[in-house]
Nanobody, 127 residues
Framework: QVQLVESGGGLVQAGGSLRLSCAAS????????MAWFRQAPGKEREFVSG????????LYANSVKGRFTIFRDNAKRTVYLQMNGLKPEDPAVYYC????????????????????WGQGTQVTVSS
């Protein structure tokens, strides 16, 4: 199945910005809805944002709406998460995931519905 590799995490000051990238290994990426999840220590993995295969649908968790933006470039087989105005509650390991049910125009927000996951990238916010 398609392999996903996240990058772009790191250390940023509170109020700063980061852009995360998730690169896919195969062209089948273009048929999959994609999503970003995050998991902080002691917490369950939670939905952050998702995007349909053709970018016609975008969803955001209420906690990040207005600060984060998801977009994708199917020609580059990459999905991005632009994170602005980072807050103390945002630090976590961020994971990208693919819904392997091809060509769907429906986005789901639970971890169980996604079939392929990247290894994650760490985001740390400092004062």
């Amino acid at each position: 199945q398609v392999q996903l590799v996240e990058s772009g995490g790191g250390l940023v000051q509170a109020g700063g910005s980061l852009r995360l990238s998730c690169a896919a290994s195969e062209r089948t990426f273009s048929s999959y809805a994609m999503a970003w999840f995050r998991q902080a220590p002691g917490k369950e993995r939670e939905f952050v944002s998702g995007i349909s295969w053709n970018s016609s649908i975008k969803l955001y968790a209420n906690s990040v709406k207005g600060r984060f933006t998801i977009f994708r470039d199917n020609a580059k087989r990459t999905v991005y998460l632009q994170m602005n105005g980072l807050k103390p509650e945002d630090p976590a390991v961020y994971y990208c995931a693919a819904d392997l049910r091809a060509w769907r125009a429906v986005l789901v927000t639970t971890t169980a519905e996604y079939g392929t996951w990247g290894q994650g990238t760490q985001v740390t916010v400092s004062s």
